[in-house]
């Protein structure tokens, strides 16, 4: 039988399956391969009792694709979300989370919540912000009940990861648009004791036809793993729309004349604070690689 990890914890797997819910333990045979089944995983699964709906996991299927942070399989894209008030939103730790999004392939959208709570000016600035960059932006309120179907139609029919700080309505949002769900997570919310509106653990949950949301737990911080500080503006895609156009091969675009991304900037092309965000990301993986380290951390 074959189904999608839609949770692992503590040793557990829930697997969904045209057949409803199944809960499995994973095959020693991964731990000696060094493969951890993760959310999102299609599996091949031995029933072991049909009545309990339990089983073990036989076989990862292939993956498309596999992230770090979140720990997630066979995702489409990514969704982060933040507020725009209440709490302010934190660009810096936006911009890593968009930077490791951009690291590791993935497409990303970022959805701004608690529109109700703030003015049209704000809105202006973060439209300002991203506009460079090519982000598609998406402004809601889960407590006015507003853009649900903007965000609804950018999901359908994708495996999406959802991610965000804590206190932005990310469980909010995700339950208004779970109000439909007809899968069977009873019996596993039981077992789990899965809160309503605080997320531990990452969890796929089902919304539409073929299209899941990968719900995960809220974040403070984000390494850049694996960055280097040569390939940063790589993750940045206004300044890397602008690859070749340098005075200097290999320009970092901080202190080299004829910079073709300073001259973006100072036309207005490019965001003052995306801006300050790369010189700060780049300071910071120059630093860490002159100490040996690998990445660097915003709290």
């Known amino acids: 039988m074959q189904g999608k990890i839609i949770r692992g914890i503590g040793g557990f797997y829930y697997i969904h399956t045209s057949c409803g819910v199944y809960e499995c333990r994973a095959r020693g045979i991964f731990r000696k391969d060094n493969q951890k089944p993760l959310p999102g995983d299609r599996v091949r699964i031995d029933v072991l009792d049909e009545e ?20 997630v399989a066979n995702v489409d894209q990514a969704m982060v979300i933040f507020a725009l008030a209440s709490p ?10 968009l930077v490791m999004m951009e ?19 704000t809105v202006c600035r973060v439209e300002e912000r991203y506009r460079e960059a090519g982000y598609p932006l998406l402004f809601v309120s889960a407590a006015a009940g ?17 991610a965000g700080p804590s206190g932005v309505g990310k469980s909010s949002l995700i339950n208004l648009l779970q109000d439909n769900v007809r899968m069977e997570t009873g019996a596993v919310s039981e077992k789990i004791e899965r809160g309503r509106h605080t997320t531990r653990h990452t969890e796929l949950l089902w919304v539409d036809e073929d299209t899941y949301i990968l719900d995960t737990p809220g974040f403070s911080s984000i390494d850049l793993i694996g960055v280097e500080k040569e390939a940063l503006g790589q993750y940045f895609p206004e300044i890397a729309a602008l690859e070749g156009q340098c005075r200097f091969a290999g320009c970092s675009h901080i202190a080299e004349p004829d910079c073709s991304v300073k001259a973006a900037l100072e036309a207005g092309r490019i965001s003052a604070g995306r801006y300050e965000d790369y010189k700060a990301f780049y300071e910071e993986l120059k630093e860490s690689q002159r100490k040996g380290g690998r990445s660097c951390r915003i709290q």
């Open 103 to 121: 690291k590791q392939g993935l497409p990303a959208l970022i959805c701004f919540n608690k529109k109700d709570l703030a003015d049209q000016e």
């Open 52 to 71: 309990k709906k339990e089983g073990s996991i036989r076989e990862i299927l292939p993956r498309t694709n596999s992230l770090i942070r979140p720990a």
């Open 146 to 162: 507003e853009g649900l179907d903007g965000i609804r139609k950018r999901l359908l029919g994708r495996t999406t990861t959802v």
């Open 88 to 97: 302010k939103p934190n660009f810096n730790l936006l911009d890593r989370f």
